[in-house]
């Protein structure tokens, strides 16, 4: 493919673009990822480049600051008019963090848990500017003041597992601009963040880009597979497919009439709703009444030593679910609905309120009773590679509940039942001795699903297990689960930051702010006529201003 984004990015400023890819190839042995992608970015401009995982979204951007190891890499990527391939080592590190600089998907990744957040920051800025630590370290706390991190002056003394996901990524952007960058490199900015924190963090970054454009003419490449982010941040957008660049153009072009059938299809993978309504004769699985939950916290001052204080994270919260229906839960993080559900596994203490499994409270499930009582409550996290463990093959990971819970089967029974299992989940048996790193993100999903189903559970609580799949990906596994549900009558309690996939999954809402349950109801209901604050806000957010995700 040759030059289909230029054009426009060199008419901006009289010295042409600020970056020009020109055929770029980029491959791993006989694995090509990149293949002859041509585009540019013009001075202040912020362009986007979109694409399913595996696409060559990633590749291309740490082409650009030459991060890639063991990659076979040509063609011509040139920054202000220099070839950046054609740099030495020394010179790239003298760019990275100074003209060109990045912000990467997974900050709780890309920051080092050992140094507290003003260290790493002002290390790029001791590093290309030459200051003194002293002087560093303050321009480190004006930067997080300048994202809005609250307390900053108490924030740059924080490690970032002291950050909530939101502070780091305003952490992870102060990095980033420390040294005024002229390229800004934006990989999935905003991936797994409340709606609220994502609207906040885009808007964020269109105030610093429109800042810096006018003094320095920052550009900004955005890598991203949220379509809507890409029409409320970028004025140009590239479309690439499995190393391809299939489309490009202005925003507005591109989403009022997209030319390839791919971008059609990214554009129309929406969640569908394909909610079956619950029968009214339908039993209650589980039933939680007037559920709190508190943690011990250290009181300020020096008799904190020695007495402690109390935080509520759940305040007399009522859930029900019963057979065949689901249960959403949303709300920002710290609202508290990953300790709900906890508490609903039976694996939090809770301080009040009582939880009934069919009848039967959960206190009252002792020994063997309490075994088959997990067989019947399953979860699915967010992150199955986190989750999953690097060391298991796929027969041992899905097998590994049945050694438990079902020790009356042979190893033959248990292969037979895990094989069976996983090709429900869309997975063939040649997967049995593969390991996790060896799937994609959304296989990988599949197999916690078929994790948890093994043990053909009542009731499945899923904590945001779409949150970091592509869109298309994403309606597949959603697809999958409202076909299990449906084959095997299952309870869920869905948990995530994203209203739409909770408006194509949900029956019911529940939505929480600090702990509470500040509205609930049929979720088409809520959503089209909400009647709390909170609840309007994280709608607005959601939709760019527009209330209308069903």
């Known amino acids: 493919m040759t030059d289909v984004m230029q054009g426009q990015a060199g008419d901006r400023t009289s010295g042409g673009p600020l970056l020009e890819v020109e055929r770029l190839r980029v491959s791993f042995g006989d694995t090509l990822a990149v293949n002859d992608i041509s585009f540019s970015i013009g001075r202040g401009e912020r362009v986007a480049l979109v694409g399913e995982s595996g696409s060559g979204k990633s590749v291309t951007a740490l082409s650009i600051l030459r991060l890639l190891q063991d990659a076979q890499t040509s063609g011509a990527i040139r920054f202000n008019g220099e070839d950046l391939l054609a740099k030495s080592e020394r010179a790239m590190r003298g760019l990275r963090g100074s003209d060109i600089a990045m912000i990467f998907q997974e900050p709780m990744t890309a920051l080092n848990p050992l140094y507290t957040i003003g260290e790493q920051i002002a290390e790029t800025i001791v590093l290309h500017d030459g200051v003194s630590a002293a002087d560093a370290r303050k321009r480190a706390v004006e930067l997080l003041a300048h994202t809005g991190i609250a307390e900053p002056g108490k924030r740059v003394n924080s490690y970032p597992h002291q950050l909530s996901g939101g502070q780091r990524q305003r952490a992870m952007i102060a990095m980033a601009l420390a040294c005024r960058p002229r390229l800004l490199l934006a990989d999935e900015p905003t991936t797994a963040l409340d709606v609220t924190i994502r609207a906040q963090i885009v808007e964020l970054l269109l105030d610093l880009q429109r800042e810096e454009a006018q003094e320095r003419g920052m550009a900004i490449l955005l890598i991203t597979h949220d379509l809507n982010l890409v029409r409320r941040f970028a004025q140009r957008v590239a479309v690439m497919q499995k190393g391809v660049l299939v489309e490009s153009g202005p925003v507005e072009q591109l ?75 949303v709300g920002e993080s710290g609202s508290g609905k990953s300790t709900l559900a906890m508490a609903l596994l039976g694996l939090q203490r809770t301080t009040h309120g009582a939880i ?18 997990r067989s019947n409550l399953q979860v699915v996290f967010q992150d199955p590679f986190s989750s999953l463990s690097p060391r298991y093959t796929i027969e041992r990971i899905v097998g590994e509940g049945l050694a438990l819970h079902r020790p009356q089967l042979g190893p033959a029974a248990r292969r037979d039942k895990v094989i069976s299992v996983l090709r429900e989940v869309g997975i063939d048996r040649t997967a049995l001795y593969r390991y996790p790193h060896e799937f994609s993100g959304g296989q990988r999903q599949r197999i916690a699903i078929a994790r948890a189903l093994v043990l053909e559970p009542r009731i499945l609580i899923l904590d945001e297990p779409t949150s970091a799949l592509d869109v298309s990906i994403q309606q597949q596994v959603l697809k999958l689960l409202t076909g299990l549900q449906q084959k095997y009558n299952l309870g869920f309690i869905f948990i995530s930051h994203d209203l739409a996939v909770i408006g194509a999954m949900a029956h019911r809402v529940a939505v929480m702010k600090n702990g509470s349950i500040v509205e609930a109801g049929d979720v088409e209901k809520i959503f089209a006529s909400p009647t709390h604050p909170y609840t309007r806000k994280l709608l607005d957010a959601a939709s760019g201003g527009e209330n209308s995700l069903l």
């Not at 919260?317 to 959403?328: D, H, I, N, S």
């Open 356 to 373: 009934e499994f069919q009848g039967r409270a959960l206190a009252s499930y002792r020994g063997r009773e309490q075994t088959a009582l």
């Open 255 to 329: 989403f009022e009439a997209p030319q390839h059938p791919y971008t059609q299809r990214l554009l129309q993978s929406r969640p569908e709703r394909t909610v079956v309504p619950v029968l009214p004769i339908a039993p209650v699985l589980l039933d939680a009444r007037e559920i709190s939950v508190d943690f011990k916290t250290k009181l300020p001052g020096f008799s904190g030593w020695f007495r402690a204080g109390h935080f509520r994270a759940v305040d007399a919260a009522t859930v029900t679910v019963r057979q065949g229906e689901t249960l959403g839960i």
